[in-house]
């Protein structure tokens, strides 16, 4: 069952935090009266938004279908990843750093990727899809469904992309791709297909949510001018640890030879030596 969640402390003290630097304009007219009313006007409005209140989902790794038949170091990746979606993390934008009280889209990816020693995975989610793309993983997807041939080798772990997803469908980019996710899978009680990463307005069952959370994987509806392009398999090799070298074995120590009964000298080793018949 998912998990959802409320406020994240991060945000809490970002609002107590610009409460203090902003109070009401009567206590600055009372406090402050020489105060020139346009630099109060212009405080105000220059004033950084607070950040907005987490609101976001989890799920348990067993809620996934196939869950026990991924690869290991998918399963692994891929915990770590649902373990993020249940601490209350917020949508920031620009971070890659959970500890910060939240991370962006691309920023969630990158922090899981780097983690699990995928040392060459770029920041943006256009330098991920060109990294995916080079490395002959993507897979392209036109259909207007997911139920086309497109989505066949759609597995866990995998990257998502969407183009044009930001508010006003307007960037800089080109290719114009804004976001990714990772794809979880589809849940074991339903057959829902969903994916982990950071977003702001992005639902989970018809919910929205905003922070690191688990999310509906669905396509863009048609009048959207944001649109799934396809998912890549991670077959960039992560940086495997170097194994310890194993011990070296323990030799025994030799046992010295018996001494000779007789003497008391140690025994010496005879030979025997052929004698030539006499003719």
């Not at 006007?41 to 989902?57: R, W």
């Not at 920041?123 to 793309?133: C, D, F, I, K, P």
């Not at 139920?147 to 469908?169: A, H, M, Q, V, Y």
């Not at 977003?199 to 001018?225: I, N, W």
């Amino acid at each position: 069952m998912a998990v959802i969640t409320g406020v994240s402390s991060g945000a809490a003290r970002a609002r107590s935090g610009i409460a203090r630097r902003l109070p009401g304009v009567a206590e600055w007219v009372v406090n402050y009266p020489l105060f020139p009313i346009p630099l109060l006007l212009l405080s105000l409005v220059c004033a950084p938004a607070a950040e907005k209140e987490a609101k976001t989902a989890s799920l348990k790794p067993e809620e996934i279908a196939g869950w026990a038949g991924q690869p290991a170091e998918i399963r692994t990746m891929l915990t770590y990843a649902l373990e993020l979606t249940g601490r209350g993390l917020t949508y920031t934008a620009g971070s890659a750093d959970p500890v910060a009280g939240g991370t962006d889209c691309s920023g969630f990816v990158y922090h899981v990727l780097q983690k699990y020693g995928y040392s060459t995975v770029p920041r943006q989610s256009n330098e991920m899809y060109e990294w995916s793309w080079k490395a002959g993983a993507f897979r392209a997807c036109n259909g207007v469904t997911t139920e086309t041939f497109e989505f066949k080798e759609l597995r866990p772990g995998d990257l998502l992309f969407w183009i044009n997803t930001t508010k006003d469908s307007k960037t800089d980019r080109d290719p114009p791709v804004t976001h990714v996710m990772i794809y979880l899978g589809k849940r074991v009680s339903d057959g829902h297909a969903v994916c982990a990463g950071s977003s702001d307005g992005r639902t989970y069952d018809g919910q929205r949510m905003c922070g690191v959370s688990v999310f509906d994987f669905k396509l863009p509806p048609a009048e959207s001018s944001a649109r799934f392009i396809g998912y890549a398999h991670l077959t960039h090799a992560p940086v495997q640890l170097e194994p310890e070298p194993p011990p070296k074995p323990v030799s025994k120590p030799q046992t010295p030879p018996a001494a000779h009964p007789r003497t008391g000298s140690k025994a010496k080793t005879e030979t025997k030596t052929k004698t030539k018949p006499k003719r």
